[in-house]
């Protein structure tokens, strides 16, 4: 059974501060990594994906990837009320014929307090 | 572009119901997918397409059934419904090449808006 790991929080940031939130993950062969967005009430959103090994960066966003450590995280810089939100983590199976399927963690909640 | 759809938005079934829960992409995507999310959860694969007349099982297919007549359309089907299958529904869509390359070929799901179903 392949396992993705978030802490559910909630995690708490002041507005302006750096929120980190982190995601670890059972298959090795795990190709690609995404950070999804969602707002209650709302279906999800892609934010972010990274595929390979170090920091990806992208405005107030960076991705961490660490394949040996089977370990993700997301840096939100700067973090604003609009932030809040609930975080998921998803893994990409890799191999020809994982056909795109993902696994998604449980979520972080983030709230952004003013 | 609409991108994809679902519909009802929600719906209360009565438990022995069955009802079908339609998703449309217009975005020419050839792999569709649907999820369920129960509260404070991750989405889990109820079943997937690779393309028209393809379909497999996921994580979680039991009690579900789905068809790919055309590339847009990927409907669920509900038999028999049960108050374990109360939660919200999403379907996505996503463009794969299989080409591999660093990301293996395929690209980022698109979600639709949800279904929320009740089952009492």
């Known amino acids: 059974q392949k396992e993705v790991e978030q802490n559910s929080g909630p995690l708490s940031v002041p507005e302006g501060a750096i929120a980190s939130l982190n995601c670890t993950y059972s298959d090795r062969g795990s190709q690609s990594f995404f950070w999804y967005r969602q707002y209650s009430g709302k279906s999800p959103e892609l934010i972010m994906f990274?595929?390979?090994?170090g920091d990806k960066e992208d405005g107030r966003f960076t991705a961490q990837l660490n394949k040996a450590s089977q370990y993700v995280s997301l840096l939100i810089r700067d973090s604003q009320p609009s932030d809040s939100a609930t975080y998921l983590c998803?893994?990409?199976?890799?191999?020809?014929?994982?056909?795109?399927?993902?696994?998604f963690g449980q979520g972080t909640i983030l709230t952004v307090h003013p | 572009n609409a991108g994809v759809t679902q519909t009802p938005k929600f719906r209360i079934l009565k438990i022995g119901q069955s009802m079908t829960l339609q998703c449309t992409q217009d975005m020419n995507h050839n792999y569709m997918y649907w999820y369920r999310q129960d509260p404070g959860m991750g989405l889990k694969l109820i079943y997937y397409?690779?393309?028209?007349?393809?379909?497999d099982k996921g994580e979680v297919p039991n009690g579900y059934n789905v068809s790919r007549s055309t590339t847009e359309d990927f409907p669920l089907r509900l038999e028999l419904a049960a108050p374990s299958q109360t939660s919200v529904y999403f379907c996505?869509?996503?463009?794969?090449?299989?080409?591999?390359?660093?990301?293996?070929?395929?690209?980022?799901?698109?979600f639709g808006p949800g279904t929320r179903l009740t089952v009492t």
């Open positions: 990274i595929y390979s090994n």
């Open positions: 996505a869509s996503s463009y794969s090449t299989l080409t591999g390359g660093a990301s293996g070929g395929t690209y980022e799901q698109y």
């Open positions: 998803a893994v990409k199976e890799g191999g020809g014929t994982s056909y795109g399927k993902l696994t």
């Open positions: 397409s690779v393309g028209a007349g393809i379909t």
